[in-house]
């Protein structure tokens, strides 16, 4: 079982920032590649970004260049590093943890939501 418990999100205007956290058990980061998914109202889950076991990272196409995700292993916590919001990117901000060789076992945080209006 991975515990992930998520902070940051909130309300921001259009081309602000907000940094979310996300803390997961302790050596979780070994076998658990762990990232963030969003979800909006009437809308599809979106896979937003995450740091894999062996350090890599990924980013969904739209928020490549504008989010950066993180990992602090002292901390047992990764970082989303979100700037340059735009209203689309209004949703709630969900955190997993995903092991590595076994796709079917994943964990999901409590979701967090992060609203960019003007």
């Known amino acids: 079982q991975v515990q992930l418990v998520e902070s940051g999100g909130g309300f921001v205007q259009p081309g602000g920032s907000l940094r979310l956290s996300c803390t997961v058990s302790e050596n979780a980061f070994r076998t658990f590649n762990v990232g963030w998914y969003r979800q909006a109202p009437g809308k599809e889950r979106e896979r937003v970004a995450a740091?894999?076991?062996?350090?890599?990272?990924n980013y969904g196409d739209s928020v490549q260049g504008r989010f950066t995700i993180t990992r602090e292993y002292a901390k047992n916590t990764v970082y989303l590093q979100m700037n340059s919001l735009l209203p689309e990117d209004t949703a709630v901000y969900y955190c997993y943890a995903r092991h590595v060789h076994n796709y079917n076992i994943i964990y999901w945080g409590q979701g967090t939501q992060v609203t960019v209006s003007s």
């Open positions: 740091v894999l076991v062996s350090g890599r990272t």
